[in-house]
């Protein structure tokens, strides 16, 4: 009887721990799903076939266009020449299969937690935000996120100024 109590408590503390899966939430991986997913959506796009071989090179073409985060991104699965690991073929292979991007993603982050701890940063919406309002180093992030540079700039007013001046040609609305 005794032993039995045992292995009911010892079921009941299995229960209470959480799963991998438990700790899977939807915003996880944030960068990975959506890299991922464009890529995928291009390869059927442009109906290259889903070979290992094929996925790769597309990966690491994808990965010479990547900034900001999706480059961070590239480098943690070894998609650029900087990186210090390869870990393509753990992304190649499932895609082959038509795996759904959030699975290959769930399986990243088992290889390497940073993968899933990268997030995209929030854009400003320059229509409405008061630049002298910004700190500076979001004023080079803007700058930053179009291919631009501010040489010369040293104070908030110049970085200001630059953006006013280049707006025209970035702005989407």
């Known amino acids: 009887m005794l032993c039995l109590t045992g292995l009911s408590v010892a079921l009941a503390a299995l229960a209470l721990v959480p799963s991998f899966s438990d700790a899977w939430k939807g915003g996880d991986c944030e960068v990975c799903v959506s890299f991922l997913g464009r890529l995928y959506q291009s390869l059927q796009d442009n109906n290259v076939k889903f070979t290992s071989t094929d996925i790769e090179k597309a990966l690491v073409e994808t990965c010479k266009d990547a900034k900001g985060k999706e480059n961070r991104f590239c480098y943690y699965i070894g998609g650029t020449n900087d990186a210090a690991t390869k870990i393509l073929n753990e992304i190649s292979k499932p895609l082959t299969y038509h795996t759904p991007v959030d699975k290959i993603c769930e399986k990243l982050k088992k290889k390497d937690s940073q993968i899933c701890e990268l997030k995209y940063d929030k854009q400003v919406d320059l229509s409405t935000v008061d630049l002298k309002?910004?700190?500076?180093?979001?004023?080079?992030?803007?700058?930053?996120?179009?291919?631009?540079?501010?040489?010369?700039?040293?104070?908030?007013?110049?970085?200001?100024?630059?953006?006013?001046?280049?707006?025209?040609?970035?702005?989407?609305?």
């Open 133 to 173: 309002k910004l700190k500076v180093k979001d004023l080079k992030k803007i700058l930053e996120e179009w291919g631009e540079s501010c040489k010369g700039c040293a104070e908030k007013s110049d970085f200001i100024r630059k953006i006013n001046e280049l707006m025209p040609k970035y702005n989407q609305e």
